[in-house]
């Protein structure tokens, strides 16, 4: 529905995996470290990771190349008792591995807000209201000033990602308020801070055939549909900590 002229991703040009974090441009974006393991498991997490990229000299066997290269771990999607379709994992999940993306039609401006069917929105980059998220993901990118704001640099215009009507096996993962996924920014094909892709990580050791499940964070109240009515919507997690309300 409209064009977007993403930034350029800005490589390093490292010839040696990256090895040696301190002159790895890419690393450096990361705060001067490569944030993942040997085994591609995320060992220092971040508002938003830079990966390294196509623009980049490193192969693609390179340490920090995790994400990109799509789903490793055999899931499956399956029918719940109480919250629809699910997804779980046919074998043990090590903590901090790489699962999926969320996958679906980018949307900016009001067009969310249009839409009817809200279970399947995903609010992106840095359309969070909270400054200190913002200030987060911006400062350890090096070409962008400290005196600039967040809003000088990306805009007033936030993205969403609906994965209602087109989407990935991203779109079967159910809530929790006790999840064991979580939702990471990650950069590595451009720069551009306003829409990274969202990649799911295991926040926990996850055994074989438990429900993948990551927090979708909606705040209570504010879900609206079309003709601007709150709506509501119970949680049927199962969780202890169960809030008691998804929406």
Known sequence: PFELTKKRHQGCDCTNGCSDSASCACAVKNGGEIPFNLNGAIVNEKPLIFECGPSCKCPPSCQNKVS??????PLEVFRTTKTGWGVRSLRSISSGSFICEYVGELLYGNEADERRNSDFLFDIGL????????????SNVSDIKSSSSSSQILG???FT???AECGNIGRFINHSCSPNLYAQNVLWDHDDLRIPHIM???AETIPPLQELTYDYNYEIDHVKDVNGRIKFKICQCGSPRCSGRLY
């Not at 990109?68 to 771990?73: E, S």
């Not at 969070?128 to 911006?138: A, Q, R, S, V």
Request: net charge negative; charged share 20%.
């Open 200 to 202: 799911f990580f295991a």
């Open 68 to 73: 990109q290269h799509g789903l490793k771990i």
């Open 161 to 163: 990602i609906d994965a």
């Open 156 to 158: 007033d215009v936030g």
């Open 127 to 138: 359309n969070h209201g909270d400054e200190n998220f913002c200030n987060g993901l911006l």
